[in-house]
């Protein structure tokens, strides 16, 4: 990328995160117990940004991974599908492990009588919960194992 690119990429990286600092502070300097209308007003604000850092990051991935693909041809094309099958295989893997069963905490009983918590939620949350678990799992193995086996790749 040209040098241009990449300043502009560290300084919106900079106001971002300056800017979800600044909210997180206002999020947490206005809470509450019980939470007032003026902490509803900053969770929300809170909810909003998260869903826009989504956003933002998920058609950057996608328009950068297109760049790459058209830049990189067959190989690129090889690569995406490895690393969408390994991502179906580690989500089959988390859906088995998931459960059908009913949490119980302060206040589930009220969401299953209204039919917000049923087993299939239930599932898919624990399904979600076991995705975040291997893939931490596998980012901490990735840490601890790469750099040695790139020390023996340079050597040689």
């Not at 990286?13 to 007032?36: A, F, G, K, Q, R």
């Not at 990051?57 to 690129?76: E, H, M, W």
């Not at 678990?133 to 750099?147: N, S």
Request: charged residues 10%; contains cysteine; hydrophobic residues 55%.
């Amino acid at each position: 990328m040209s040098k241009k690119v990449t300043t502009f990429l560290k300084v919106l990286l900079w106001v971002l995160m300056v800017t979800s600092c600044i909210i997180m502070y206002l999020l947490i300097s206005n809470l509450s117990d019980p939470i007032t209308a003026e902490g509803d007003k900053y969770i929300t604000l809170g909810l909003n940004w998260s869903y826009t850092l989504l956003a933002f990051v998920s058609c950057s991935t996608i328009l950068f991974s297109i760049r790459s693909l058209f830049l990189s041809g067959k190989d690129a094309i090889l690569k995406s599908v490895g690393g969408l099958v390994a991502m179906i295989a580690v989500v089959a893997i988390a859906w088995a492990m998931g459960s059908d069963a009913l949490p119980v905490f302060h206040g589930s009983d009220k969401l299953v009588a209204s039919g917000e918590l049923t087993a299939s939620i239930s599932h898919g949350t624990d399904m979600l919960l076991n995705t975040t678990y291997i893939l931490m799992g596998l980012a901490a193995v990735a840490i601890v194992i790469v750099p040695p086996v790139l020390k023996l790749v340079r050597r040689n």
